[in-house]
């Protein structure tokens, strides 16, 4: 398979092989007998590590089990407007499907329109493309996500506790998603006086550092009187645990996170973080691929067996279920072959690998 790069790095990593997907007779061929040409469009590894480390992987591996000699076009973006450019460079190159996780919810509009205007297939990944003609929109059930970070906040932070929450940027649909599930656990408990939201605050650009100086912020305000506190990615648990290890409080709260990072994984081994939210991205990215290389060869059956109003078009669409995961089932990622033993195992956390 060629792979082409454009306006950022993307770091390979081990993905599983992909089961189920079977090469076509005239692999590499689009229903007129040439190359396809797909496009992958993602943010940088500043919101998550996940897009690089995971989901760029999963995908070329998925697209290549498709089509060997499809042409994937790859490329990260750290604002709107550069995703914009990637998708004209890559219409120039021949892309006849772009699959784009947009990094604001409105944002990546004029994607939409240059691709329509283009007759070019459009795929949203993870986030949603608001009010656009889209051909496919693959994610997960993300306002779960944040009921699941929640009820876990609540089932162990014990009596009455008192919680900070760090969302992140509200830009994109999946991020309103989380902290919409997280309040819908949090709020009935809040007017009931069964905990107290001490602190909240939505951090800009998702950053690790952000979230350690809302978490000092929060700790000086409630004298570190917290029990628990939602960072709705492990990229924000981060910097939860940073802050919270400068004041010796590091496994004495609830931290939740999101993504099941290696590095996320290597904190709940280690006792720093407690839980993160699971989702499979193989799993996403083999559904993104299948509907994508389905698109480039002209064929109907894409695999998105769901309908979704994004805000005037019905979408094609596919939502997963994300997974609570912590120190008692953290096994599961290892089994699923999301990692490697030897991958998560390593330096401090080699010696907390008792499972």
Same mark, same amino acid.
């Given at each position: 398979m060629k792979k082409t790069l454009i306006g950022g790095a993307l770091t390979a990593a081990v993905v599983m092989s992909l089961v189920g997907c079977a090469a076509s007779d005239d692999a590499g061929t689009g229903s007129g007998g040439d190359q396809i040409t797909i496009a992958w469009i993602s943010p940088d590894a500043t919101s998550s590590a996940r897009?690089?480390?995971?989901?760029?992987?999963?995908?070329?591996?998925?697209?290549?089990?498709?089509?060997?000699? @499809?042409?994937? /076009?790859?490329?990260? +973006? #750290?604002?709107?407007?550069?995703?914009?450019?990637? $998708?004209?460079?890559?219409?120039? *190159?021949?892309?006849?499907?772009?699959?784009?996780?947009?990094?604001?919810?409105?944002?990546a509009l004029p994607i939409a329109d240059l691709a329509k205007r283009e007759h070019v297939s459009l795929i949203a990944y993870e986030g949603l493309i608001e009010d656009a003609e889209l051909d496919g929109y693959i994610t997960f059930n993300n306002e779960k996500v944040g009921?699941?970070?929640?009820?876990?906040?609540?089932?162990?932070?014990?009596?009455?506790?008192?919680?900070?929450?760090?969302?992140g940027a509200q830009v994109c649909t999946a991020c309103i998603a989380f902290k919409t599930g997280a309040h819908k656990?949090?709020?009935?408990?809040?007017?009931?006086? @069964?905990?107290? /939201?001490?602190?909240? +605050? #939505?951090?800009?650009?998702?950053?690790?550092?952000? $979230?350690?100086?809302?978490?000092? *912020?929060?700790?000086?305000?409630?004298?570190?009187?917290?029990?628990?506190?939602?960072?709705?990615?492990?990229?924000?648990?981060?910097?939860?645990?940073?802050?919270?290890?400068?004041?010796?409080?590091?496994?004495?709260?609830?931290?939740?996170?999101?993504?099941?990072?290696?590095?996320?994984?290597?904190?709940?081994?280690l006792g720093n973080q407690t839980m993160t939210v699971y989702k499979d991205f193989n799993i996403q990215a083999q559904a993104a691929a299948k509907a994508a290389v389905a698109l480039a060869r002209g064929e109907k059956d894409t695999g998105l067996t769901e309908n979704y109003d994004n805000g005037g078009h019905s979408v094609p669409a596919l939502f997963l279920d994300p997974i609570a995961l912590d120190k008692s089932n953290i096994s599961r990622v290892i089994d699923d072959g999301f990692i490697t033993r030897d991958e998560l195992c390593t330096g401090e956390a080699a010696v907390a690998c008792d499972f």
């Open positions: 897009w690089e480390e995971k989901d760029w992987p999963a995908f070329e591996k998925a697209v290549k089990e498709l089509e060997p000699d @499809a042409n994937v /076009i790859a490329s990260t +973006a #750290d604002s709107d407007a550069t995703m914009l450019q990637q $998708a004209e460079a890559a219409i120039t *190159q021949g892309a006849t499907v772009l699959v784009v996780n947009p990094i604001t919810s409105d944002g009921e699941l970070q929640a009820q876990y906040i609540v089932d162990n932070a014990g009596d009455d506790p008192t919680i900070a929450i760090m969302n656990v949090f709020d009935p408990l809040a007017d009931s006086g @069964a905990i107290t /939201i001490g602190y909240e +605050a #939505d951090t800009p650009d998702w950053l690790t550092a952000n $979230a350690q100086t809302q978490t000092e *912020q929060a700790l000086t305000a409630l004298g570190d009187d917290i029990q628990g506190i939602l960072a709705a990615n492990d990229g924000l648990a981060q910097g939860v645990i940073a802050a919270l290890k400068a004041r010796g409080l590091n496994g004495k709260v609830v931290v939740t996170g999101q993504d099941a990072t290696t590095a996320g994984l290597q904190e709940i081994l």
